[in-house]
């Protein structure tokens, strides 16, 4: 697994739990069940989240962490909308869509778990020899 992926994972990590950190351990026994919807079926780009439920991270937070797997005709936006989910992983873009289309009017974006675009462009250095 590459560096930015773990990297892009970790970051995932840490906004989901900041963005449930009102929820006090001391002052919860119990754990407090939450469902993350994944964008697409488990792969090396959602590692963070569940190297993050393995390790116990969420639970030290007092959260039951409960991921939940993509497809292709499953939308993380619809998903949280309709109360499937509490938390979703969706491309910005497909979020403002579904926004201007009407759905999930109510929702917040936690936050983005990358400081710059994590698309790339590549182009073949004529220079270099092989």
Same mark, same amino acid.
């Given at each position: 697994m590459s560096k930015h992926i773990k990297f892009l994972?970790?970051?995932g990590l840490?906004?989901?739990v900041m963005a449930l950190m009102s929820i006090s351990v001391a002052a919860?026994?119990?754990l407090t069940p939450v469902r993350l919807q994944l964008q697409w079926v488990a792969q090396s780009q959602f590692g963070g989240y569940y190297a993050a439920v393995d390790q116990g991270f969420y639970e030290e937070e007092g959260l039951d962490v409960t991921i939940l797997e993509g497809a292709v005709e499953i939308?993380? &936006?619809q998903v949280v909308a309709s109360g499937g989910a509490e938390f979703g992983i969706a491309w910005v873009p497909k979020v403002?869509?579904?926004r &201007?289309?009407?759905c999930g009017h109510h929702q917040h974006r936690a936050g983005v778990?990358? &400081?710059r675009d994590t698309r790339s462009l590549l182009r073949r250095d004529r220079n270099r020899k092989r």
């Amino acid at each position: 697994m590459s560096k930015h992926i773990k990297f892009l994972g970790l970051c995932g990590l840490i906004l989901l739990v900041m963005a449930l950190m009102s929820i006090s351990v001391a002052a919860q026994e119990e754990l407090t069940p939450v469902r993350l919807q994944l964008q697409w079926v488990a792969q090396s780009q959602f590692g963070g989240y569940y190297a993050a439920v393995d390790q116990g991270f969420y639970e030290e937070e007092g959260l039951d962490v409960t991921i939940l797997e993509g497809a292709v005709e499953i939308v993380p &936006q619809q998903v949280v909308a309709s109360g499937g989910a509490e938390f979703g992983i969706a491309w910005v873009p497909k979020v403002l869509e579904s926004r &201007q289309a009407g759905c999930g009017h109510h929702q917040h974006r936690a936050g983005v778990p990358a &400081q710059r675009d994590t698309r790339s462009l590549l182009r073949r250095d004529r220079n270099r020899k092989r």
